[in-house]
C-alpha cells in the first residue's frame, strides 16, 4: 500500500479520518458512491470540502493511487467529484487508480478552489 506522504491525516481540529495508518491484512475496504444528502451536519460538509481540497492541492488533474487514502471518505466523493481512472477498475484494490472530476469538484466545492478554504484560507 502506497502512503502518500504529507497528505493530511485528518482534519485540522477534529477526528474526520482522511488516511489510514497501515493496510487491512484482509484487504481494501470497497470504495462505493455514498449518497450525500442535502440535511448533512455543517461539519460533514467541512470534511467534505476539506479533504476535496487536500487531494486536489496535493495530486491536482493528476491520476493518483488509492494507497492509504480512507476508504469512508474517498465514498463520500467517489463517482462524482473523484472517478476511476482505468478501466477495469477494482474498488477494492489499494492500487486501484482514481482522479479529480475537476469540473465536478468545482462545482461541488467551490471553497476548495478558491482560496478560502481549510488549507489555504
Given amino acids: 500500500m ?3 506522504r504529507g497528505f493530511p491525516g485528518r482534519l485540522p481540529g477534529t477526528d474526520y479520518q482522511f488516511t489510514i495508518r497501515r493496510d487491512n491484512k484482509a484487504g481494501a475496504t470497497k470504495l462505493v458512491a455514498r449518497e450525500r444528502f442535502a440535511d448533512r451536519k455543517p461539519a460533514d460538509r467541512r470534511a467534505d470540502a476539506g479533504f476535496m481540497e487536500a487531494l486536489w492541492m496535493y495530486f491536482g ?26 478501466d477495469p477498475f ?6 486501484a487508480l482514481l482522479r479529480i472530476d475537476e469540473g465536478r469538484a468545482r ?13 489555504e484560507g
Wanted: aromatic share 14%.
Fill in 90 to 95: 477494482d474498488p477494492e484494490s489499494y492500487d
Fill in 61 to 86: 488533474d493528476e491520476p493518483f493511487e488509492r494507497g492509504n487514502l480512507d476508504a469512508g471518505r474517498l465514498s463520500w466523493l467517489f463517482g462524482r467529484e473523484v472517478i476511476a481512472a482505468e
Fill in 2 to 4: 502506497l502512503k502518500h
Fill in 107 to 119: 462545482a461541488s466545492f467551490p471553497e476548495a478552489f478558491d482560496g478560502t478554504g481549510i488549507w
